[in-house]
Every structure is written in C-alpha cells, then in structure tokens.
C-alpha cells in the first residue's frame, strides 16, 4: 500500500487499539472538513470512498472523484468513474494459470527489451487457491477421495509444477494447495481480515479489507462484510500489477430483511428466494446492500450463502454490514482476539458499525418468514419453483423440451433397473454456496441418518457425493456421526473442491450413458450449488436443478424429479409404514443442538495452521528455482502466450475494421460457458484432431479448464460449446458455422483458419446480456486470439464486456431498436466500423456499414461500450496487459 500525496479533506488521524497506534483515514473527519451528509452513505460506498481518500494523489483519484461521492446522495446514482484499488486479489488455479503464464511471459518481454525481469511482480498481495481440478472420477466409496486426489495430481502434474514455481518466483504471491478447500471458504474462514493493516514508511495503517477475485462468486466474503466481487482474469493480472480498477460509482440498493425464517425452511430456500426477487427488480451492475431487523436472525453462514449468489442476482456484490454476528463468526472460526478488536473499535470509528440510516437508490423488503422450500431449475438459478410445485413443474418442462408427452424408458444393460425421461442421474452436494454453511450441511447428516435408520436407500442410477469448500465440514460431520450415515447413502467424500457445479461431475458409468442415447433420455441432475446452465454439470443430462443438501438427498432417496415429496412416500419402514420426507426432516432445534455440540473455533485454527503444506503429492513436486520459466516444448498444458509477441514500444492506436465478415450470429443470454471452453474435450472436434496431432489419448484429455494454460487448446475450444447455437448454420448445434462466399458448414475454428488465409476481419453478432455467467477470461481471449476484431450485441454482462477492452476487442451496442433479427442477418454481410482508424472516444455513436450479398447498403448507429478513459487507453494499446507493459518498460 502506497498512499496519495493529497489529502484534500484532512482525513488521516490517528487510532489507538490494544495500545498500539494505526493511521487511518478518517469518514467522520472527512465529513467535518466539507464531505458533508457522507455518514448517511451506504456502508458498500464508504469503502469505496476511504479507498479514495487513501489514494487520492490528483493522477488516477482527483478530488472531483471524492466529490462526486458526497453528491451521490443527491441522486442516488452516478456517472462518475474512479479508481479504485482493493487490498488483495484471489486466485483460483483455472483462472490462476493463464495469469501467471502471463506473468512469466512479461517477464520475458521486458528481459528482451533489455530491462530488469524481476519488475515483474504483483504489487498487492495474491492468494491463488487451487479448487477447480478435482473432478468426481470416484464417488460413493471410502476411498474416493483418496483416488480422486491421485487422478488429481496424475493429470495436473505440469500445471502444478508451473504453479509452484511461480509460487518461489514472484513476490506478495501465496499458493493453497490441492485438497484444502475452495477459494471462497478459505477466503472467509481464513484469508479474510475485514479491516487490513499494513506497514507503509514505518507506519501501521488501517484500512477495509476489500478484494477482486477471477471467480464470479468471490461475492460470498461480502457476508462477512469484505467488500469484494468477480473480475476476469484480465483484470485481476492489472490489479496484480498496481493498476486501479476504473469502474462508475455504483448504484446501491438496499434489500430489508424482517422477522426469521420458518421451521423446516433452509439457507438455500432463501436465498433462492432473493435471486428471484432481485432478478425481477434488476440489478445488474449495482451493489445490494442488505439491512434490517431480520440480520440478526441471519447467521454469518446465512449472509455468505446469500452474498454468493450475486452473480446469479446479477448484481456486483450483495453486502451486509459489519455488526455482532461478523465479530462472533471471526471468534468462532479462530481469529485472534487482537483482530476482533480491531475490527469492532475500527468498524464504529469508521461508520461501518452496522445501522438503518442509510440512504440508497432504492430499496425493497422480504419478511423471512414467509419463505417456503424451494429449488430452481432447469436452465438457470433464477427459475425459482416451489417445492410443493417441483413435480408438476418438471413434467411441463419436460414437455415443453421434448414436444412429446409419452416417457421414453431405457433398461440399463448388466443391472436390474431402467431409466427413464426425468430420472435424477447426479446428485452432488456441492462445495460453493452451500458448504461453507453448517446447518444445511448437519441438515442433510440429519437426514440421512434418519433415512438409513429406517431402512431407505438412494436409487442405483443415482451418482452421488459430497464435495466440502473446506476440511473444517468433514471434521465436525465426523464428530457429529453424520457422515456415516451421508456415506451409507453414497454421500461419501470426493475432494475439497470446486466440483460439479464447474462440470467437474466426472463421468457417467457407460451403461447408464449408452441407455441414455438409446432413447434419447431427458436426464436431471440435482446439486447444491450456484450455476445450472445449459450443458454446464455434465454433457448427457438436460435439466438441471438447484437445491439445499438435504433436498439433493431427499431427491437421491426419490430418483425421479417427477417426485412429488410431498405426497409419495419414499418407502417403507420395517414394520410396512410408509416414509415420507416429514418423517425424516430434521427440526430447526436439531440442527441447532447438533451444531453446538460439533463445531468449535480450534478446529479451524487446526485445518489452517499447516495450510500451505499441501497433501504429500505436493510436497513432492519438483521446480526450478529460477525467476524466468523455462518452457517445456512439448507440454500440452502450459504454454508461453502469444498476447507479447513483436510488442511495439508505442500503442498500436485504432486500427480499420473493413469488410468483416460474421464469424457466429448469436441468440439472447449467450454465456461465457457458450464461449469459452469449458467442461469436457469432445474427440471429435479441432481439439481432439490437435490432441491427436500430439500423440494425447482420449483418456488423458482433462477438461478444457485444467488446459486454460495452453492457447492452442483454448481457441480451438472458444464457441465450441456443444449447446451454442449459431444463427448462421440453422439446424445444427455446438460450434459450428457458414463460410462465406462459398455458404460452406463447419466448425468454427477451421473457418478461422481459412478467413486468416484470406485476411479477414471478423466480427460477433448477440442479442441481450451478451456473455453473462461466469468471468471466464478466456471467452474473450478466445474471441481475440481466433481474430474477431468487434463484438456487436444488444447488452453485455459487465465483466465480459470490459474483459473484451481487455483482449483489445470492440463492444458495440446496437442502438435505435435495431438488433440482427430486423437487420436480417444471415452472415452474408460485410460489416465496416466507419471512421474507426480516426479515433473514438468512451461512449461514442459509432456508425457501422453493413453491406448484404444483394448489394444493398446500410448505416446504423452503435453505441461504443468502452465505457471510461482508462478502458479507451487499454483498447489502443491491444489489451491491458500490453498497457501495464509498456508503462513498466
């Protein structure tokens, strides 16, 4: 942390906590000396506005940026753009790899230019947690985890060793290794301070504990009021290295919270809740602030589950204050007294102590204990549908997917049962959103137990685990008893780890999948986690719901979703009584006792005592103690990136975009898993003729994830999802398209190659919230490395888009009603960006010609998405990266 040399407002003051002097920089001294009405700020916005009296140094944080904060509260919105600088970044191994390929490449680019390599470092401290590469190869079985870690390594060994390299070559840069838990648990069980204090020129300072993450549910540390959101992995390289992330003051809204809970309800029914209520009120790119008298019936666990899902609220971050509960959570999960303390007394000095007087954009209420069991599916979290309707529900999506009302039946060949359309096939309690919240995990324990005490099984077809976000899950599990009774129903351990919600799920057993194809089978599956898009949790199954662990084993026991849990029994006890679900649920009380009895804090200060130890197949990994990596040729998993080849000393500026021709015409709501690779490598496609090229056996294919370090795998995987649909090649689906002029079909990549022969520009056309989901970074690596110059949609989701200015790719939007389907576009047409090479501006009319095969000619109005000066800087030159470079160099 280096502060601003400006201190407009007279802020910095002194605070003494457990006799010991901190600087700080003071909201309520600010306020005196003409920053006057900031008190009543919502506690999300006096975080950003510390952070820019911290940094205020008349360069990147102007007193006008200040200012513009104080009149927020005249309108409750704003234009402005600041700078803002978060604490520290946190990593997932995914995401994790292609920056620090980036990295050692930027090292490599300033030794050629003759400067010191070693000034490539991250400034802010980094946490990289490797989560996202266990897949579910075991389940239901003692030893799966243990297999599961083996497999692990097995096939992660190059990727591994390339991380633990970085981990001795690069400054302010922690690793996690395999097998501790996701990076979200660790970030709040662990990593998390809520109040930061660092040492600049011999001084202790204080400051909020904020952060950018490159997983999109980095928003669940803001339930313990860590204000903190997904970036791309784009992003997060330029935090690394110092650069201020620019970004609008955001509206707030302000989510009130009354009474509790009733029994029998879940942390997940409410929250499926608040995703619904906040995708109909629309949120996206605004920050949600929670408050009201119902906090205090909201466990900390609680606050997490529900900031998780922001990103499936669409909005930035969903934030709760900083109050009793947040102080009692950081005791009860270890930390030491001294950061308690400086906590609660920073926390009420600062304003940040939780309050209702706070002014927001807008705000909306939800009585708690109105909320009923629900789950949400089939496509996507915000389709939430009642438990009591789940059943009737499922048979009209069914319907509606299929047009067909008759059930297709399939005989499992070697077993004695069937499958059929609707037969649950996953059931994964999964690690994100669900587990780092104990009473829904002691809920499901509980469950079980009761179900195997009165003789229930879960059905054979159904593939079942259980994934933990951390170790802390399995030990109190095990001293509660309950995971013997989670492993008698196939719940067994599989890793700690980011699993099925990624489409890590593992495979299928073969019978199970030939039955599927034989008739064309509408399988579901039922998890505990965030995301249920499209072709996401494994390539054979359709449906996809979202569910509380003790629904994911409730739904195992009744294998069908046309279950209606409510009214079948789901067996027979011993002496011919029928079981139903109420029979086995467990009360809010035994949750309760159970929990009091379990879990205690020495049991995370134990699991995290030895955190950077890593299982013995880590500790054996052998590297180089070099600062330059040396790349392995022959490696198919880490390769050095293209993005600083031949870098010019000067930005390249604006480029012509003439006559481009339409590589995909999109449809609405295409995800980045739409376009970037992810989940499974299909052998028949550009990846698997490379792979064969390379002598890799199907066997040895990994996913598309565990591959992000290599570009040459990414792009030939980049719009190949096998559920895309490109408009230009009606009738087929996955990663298809029409080569023009000759009107050919084939995959996307190998008219890539063919239109690099010719010299063509390419360009995207998409509908609305173009590139919503995950921020995966690759969707728009991908989308600059196969040469698409210009992005034409209705919408753009914020990460995608501004990863996009990252690669050095434009975001037009269409403007005056126009959009593909009145424009007629076929992708005949040839598309110019006019009078692009004389410079654009942020938030420009830009005109685009579109010529059609018929010789007809037209000129429409787009509005240019680089939305702020700094985004515009990035776009001349090529990227962001190559930004940071040239100004290191």
Same mark, same amino acid.
């Given at each position: 942390?280096?502060?601003?040399?400006?201190?407009?407002?007279?802020?910095?003051?002194?605070?003494?906590?457990?006799?010991?002097?901190?600087?700080?920089?003071?909201?309520?001294?600010?306020?005196?000396?003409?920053?006057?009405?900031?008190?009543?700020?919502?506690?999300?916005?006096?975080?950003?506005?510390?952070?820019?009296?911290?940094?205020?140094?008349?360069?990147?944080?102007?007193?006008?940026?200040?200012?513009?904060?104080?009149?927020?509260?005249?309108?409750?919105?704003?234009?402005?753009?600041?700078?803002?600088?978060?604490?520290?970044?946190?990593?997932?191994?995914?995401?994790?790899?292609?920056?620090?390929?980036?990295?050692?490449?930027?090292?490599?680019?300033?030794?050629?230019?003759?400067?010191?390599?070693?000034?490539?470092?991250?400034?802010?401290?980094?946490?990289?947690?490797?989560?996202?590469?266990?897949?579910?190869?075991?389940?239901?079985?003692?030893?799966?985890?243990?297999?599961?870690?083996?497999?692990?390594?097995?096939?992660?060994?190059?990727?591994?060793?390339?991380?633990?390299?970085?981990?001795?070559?690069?400054?302010?840069?922690?690793?996690?290794?395999?097998?501790?838990?996701?990076?979200?648990?660790?970030?709040?069980?662990?990593?998390?301070?809520?109040?930061?204090?660092?040492?600049?020129?011999?001084?202790?300072?204080?400051?909020?504990?904020?952060?950018?993450?490159?997983?999109?549910?980095?928003?669940?540390?803001?339930?313990?009021?860590?204000?903190?959101?997904?970036?791309?992995?784009?992003?997060?390289?330029?935090?690394?290295?110092?650069?201020?992330?620019?970004?609008?003051?955001?509206?707030?809204?302000?989510?009130?919270?009354?009474?509790?809970?009733?029994?029998?309800?879940?942390?997940?029914?409410?929250?499926?809740?608040?995703?619904?209520?906040?995708?109909?009120?629309?949120?996206?790119?605004?920050?949600?602030?929670?408050?009201?008298?119902?906090?205090?019936?909201?466990?900390?666990?609680?606050?997490?589950?529900?900031?998780?899902?922001?990103?499936?609220?669409?909005?930035?971050?969903?934030?709760?204050?900083?109050?009793?509960?947040?102080?009692?959570?950081?005791?009860?999960?270890?930390?030491?007294?001294? %950061?308690?303390?400086?906590?609660? =007394?920073?926390?009420?000095?600062? &304003? *940040?102590? /939780?309050?209702?007087? #706070? +002014?927001?954009?807008?705000?909306?209420?939800?009585?708690?204990?109105?909320?009923?069991?629900?789950?949400?599916?089939?496509?996507?979290?915000?389709?939430?549908?009642?438990?009591?309707?789940?059943?009737?529900?499922?048979?009209?999506?069914?319907?509606?997917?299929?047009?067909?009302?008759?059930?297709?039946?399939?005989?499992?060949?070697?077993?004695?049962?069937?499958?059929?359309?609707?037969?649950?096939?996953?059931?994964?309690?999964?690690?994100? %959103?669900?587990?780092?919240?104990? =009473?829904?995990?002691?809920?499901? &324990? *509980?469950? /079980?137990?009761?179900? #195997? +005490?009165?003789?229930?099984?879960?059905?054979?077809?159904?593939?079942?685990?259980?994934?933990?976000?951390?170790?802390?899950?399995?030990?109190?599990?095990?001293?509660?008893?309950?995971?013997?009774?989670?492993?008698?129903?196939?719940?067994?351990?599989?890793?700690?780890?980011?699993?099925?919600?990624?489409?890590?799920?593992?495979?299928?057993?073969?019978?199970?999948?030939?039955?599927?194809?034989?008739?064309?089978?509408?399988?579901?599956?039922?998890?505990?986690?965030?995301?249920?898009?499209?072709?996401?949790?494994?390539?054979?199954?359709?449906?996809?719901?979202?569910?509380?662990?003790?629904?994911?084993?409730?739904?195992?026991?009744?294998?069908?979703?046309?279950?209606?849990?409510?009214?079948?029994?789901?067996?027979?006890?011993?002496?011919?009584?029928?079981?139903?679900?109420?029979?086995?649920?467990?009360?809010?009380?035994?949750?309760?006792?159970?929990?009091?009895?379990?879990?205690?804090?020495?049991?995370?200060?134990?699991?995290?005592?030895?955190?950077?130890?890593?299982?013995?197949?880590?500790?054996?990994?052998?590297?180089?103690?070099?600062?330059?990596?040396?790349?392995?040729?022959?490696?198919?998993?880490?390769?050095?990136?293209?993005?600083?080849?031949?870098?010019?000393?000067?930005?390249?500026?604006?480029?012509?975009?003439?006559?481009?021709?339409?590589?995909?015409?999109?449809?609405?709501?295409?995800?980045?898993?739409?376009?970037?690779?992810?989940?499974?490598?299909?052998?028949?496609?550009?990846?698997?003729?490379?792979?064969?090229?390379?002598?890799?056996?199907?066997?040895?294919?990994?996913?598309?994830?565990?591959?992000?370090?290599?570009?040459?795998?990414?792009?030939?995987?980049?719009?190949?999802?096998?559920?895309?649909?490109?408009?230009?090649?009606?009738?087929?689906?996955?990663?298809?398209?029409?080569?023009?002029?000759?009107?050919?079909?084939?995959?996307?990549?190998?008219?890539?190659?063919?239109?690099?022969?010719?010299?063509?520009?390419?360009?995207?056309?998409?509908?609305?919230?173009?590139?919503?989901?995950?921020?995966?970074?690759?969707?728009?690596?991908?989308?600059?490395?196969?040469?698409?110059?210009?992005?034409?949609?209705?919408?753009?989701?914020?990460?995608?888009?501004?990863?996009?200015?990252?690669?050095?790719?434009?975001?037009?939007?269409?403007?005056?009603?126009?959009?593909?389907?009145?424009?007629?576009?076929?992708?005949?047409?040839?598309?110019?960006?006019?009078?692009?090479?004389?410079?654009?501006?942020?938030?420009?009319?830009?005109?685009?010609?579109?010529?059609?095969?018929?010789?007809?000619?037209?000129?429409?109005?787009?509005?240019?998405?680089?939305?702020?000066?700094?985004?515009?800087?990035?776009?001349?030159?090529?990227?962001?990266?190559?930004?940071?470079?040239?100004?290191?160099?």
């Amino acid at each position: 942390m280096k502060p601003g040399n400006q201190n407009s407002y007279n802020s910095l003051k002194t605070i003494s906590i457990n006799d010991r002097d901190y600087k700080y920089y003071s909201l309520v001294e600010a306020e005196k000396n003409g920053l006057d009405g900031i008190s009543k700020l919502p506690k999300s916005l006096k975080v950003l506005l510390e952070n820019l009296l911290r940094y205020e140094d008349d360069l990147s944080v102007t007193k006008s940026q200040i200012e513009a904060i104080k009149e927020w509260l005249k309108t409750k919105k704003s234009l402005t753009e600041i700078a803002y600088r978060p604490a520290r970044v946190l990593l997932q191994d995914y995401t994790g790899i292609p920056a620090v390929a980036d990295l050692a490449a930027m090292r490599e680019a300033v030794k050629e230019k003759n400067k010191d390599p070693n000034t490539i470092n991250p400034l802010s401290a980094v946490d990289l947690v490797i989560d996202h590469s266990v897949q579910v190869d075991k389940s239901a079985n003692s030893d799966s985890f243990e297999k599961n870690v083996d497999i692990e390594f097995k096939r992660n060994g190059e990727r591994y060793s390339f991380l633990k390299w970085g981990q001795q070559a690069f400054n302010n840069f922690r690793i996690v290794p395999p097998g501790t838990g996701i990076c979200h648990q660790v970030n709040l069980e662990y990593l998390s301070k809520v109040v930061w204090s660092e040492k600049f020129q011999n001084e202790d300072y204080l400051f909020p504990d904020t952060l950018v993450g490159t997983d999109s549910h980095t928003t669940m540390v803001n339930g313990l009021s860590v204000l903190g959101w997904g970036v791309g992995g784009i992003e997060a390289e330029a935090g690394m290295l110092g650069q201020p992330i620019s970004m609008l003051i955001p509206e707030v809204i302000g989510f009130e919270v009354k009474n509790k809970m009733p029994e029998g309800t879940t942390a997940t029914d409410l929250v499926l809740t608040v995703v619904k209520m906040l995708r109909d009120k629309g949120v996206v790119g605004k920050f949600v602030e929670f408050y009201g008298e119902g906090l205090k019936n909201l466990t900390l666990a609680d606050r997490a589950t529900i900031a998780n899902m922001a990103p499936e609220y669409g909005a930035t971050c969903g934030f709760f204050p900083i109050d009793e509960e947040t102080l009692k959570y950081l005791r009860f999960s270890g930390r030491d007294e001294n %950061t308690v303390n400086i906590v609660e =007394n920073y926390a009420k000095e600062q &304003g *940040l102590w /939780a309050n209702d007087q #706070v +002014e927001f954009t807008d705000t909306l209420s939800l009585d708690m204990s109105t909320v009923v069991p629900t789950i949400s599916g089939p496509k996507r979290p915000q389709d939430k549908v009642l438990l009591t309707d789940a059943s009737t529900g499922f048979k009209k999506v069914f319907e509606d997917a299929t047009n067909r009302k008759e059930q297709h039946i399939s005989k499992v060949s070697g077993t004695d049962y069937e499958i059929k359309d609707g037969s649950i096939l996953i059931a994964a309690i999964t690690s994100c %959103t669900n587990t780092s919240n104990p =009473n829904v995990l002691i809920g499901a &324990g *509980l469950l /079980a137990k009761k179900a #195997v +005490e009165l003789g229930l099984e879960t059905k054979p077809w159904v593939k079942t685990s259980l994934a933990p976000g951390s170790q802390v899950v399995t030990d109190y599990l095990a001293k509660a008893g309950l995971n013997v009774f989670l492993d008698k129903l196939g719940f067994n351990l599989v890793g700690y780890g980011c699993t099925t919600c990624i489409g890590n799920s593992g495979p299928l057993p073969e019978e199970i999948v030939k039955a599927i194809d034989k008739e064309n089978i509408y399988a579901v599956s039922v998890l505990s986690g965030n995301r249920n898009f499209e072709g996401r949790i494994s390539p054979h199954i359709k449906a996809n719901y979202l569910a509380s662990p003790p629904l994911v084993v409730a739904y195992a026991l009744a294998g069908h979703m046309e279950f209606d849990l409510y009214k079948e029994p789901l067996g027979k006890s011993k002496d011919g009584k029928d079981i139903f679900l109420k029979d086995i649920w467990p009360s809010n009380k035994e949750i309760e006792d159970t929990l009091r009895e379990s879990l205690n804090a020495e049991m995370f200060v134990k699991r995290y005592s030895n955190v950077s130890e890593g299982p013995k197949q880590w500790q054996e990994i052998k590297t180089e103690n070099t600062s330059i990596y040396n790349w392995d040729s022959s490696s198919t998993y880490v390769k050095k990136p293209p993005f600083f080849e031949n870098l010019s000393d000067q930005p390249e500026g604006f480029k012509p975009i003439k006559e481009a021709r339409p590589l995909l015409i999109l449809g609405d709501m295409v995800t980045t898993d739409h376009i970037s690779p992810a989940g499974n490598i299909q052998k028949e496609s550009p990846t698997g003729e490379y792979f064969m090229e390379h002598q890799i056996l199907p066997t040895d294919y990994n996913s598309y994830g565990s591959r992000r370090g290599n570009h040459e795998v990414m792009m030939r995987g980049t719009f190949a999802n096998i559920r895309i649909r490109n408009e230009m090649a009606p009738g087929t689906e996955g990663g298809f398209t029409k080569l023009y002029p000759e009107e050919k079909v084939m995959p996307v990549y190998n008219a890539v190659e063919e239109y690099k022969k010719r010299g063509t520009d390419l360009v995207v056309i998409g509908g609305k919230e173009y590139g919503t989901g995950s921020s995966r970074d690759w969707a728009a690596k991908g989308t600059k490395l196969l040469g698409v110059k210009v992005v034409i949609a209705e919408s753009f989701e914020r990460i995608h888009r501004s990863n996009l200015i990252g690669m050095g790719v434009l975001p037009l939007q269409f403007t005056e009603g126009h959009d593909r389907v009145n424009l007629k576009l076929i992708g005949s047409e040839l598309i110019t960006v006019l009078q692009i090479e004389d410079g654009i501006n942020a938030s420009d009319h830009v005109q685009v010609e579109i010529k059609y095969a018929s010789g007809d000619i037209k000129k429409i109005k787009t509005l240019c998405r680089i939305d702020t000066k700094n985004e515009l800087e990035y776009y001349k030159n090529g990227g962001i990266l190559q930004y940071v470079l040239r100004n290191m160099i």
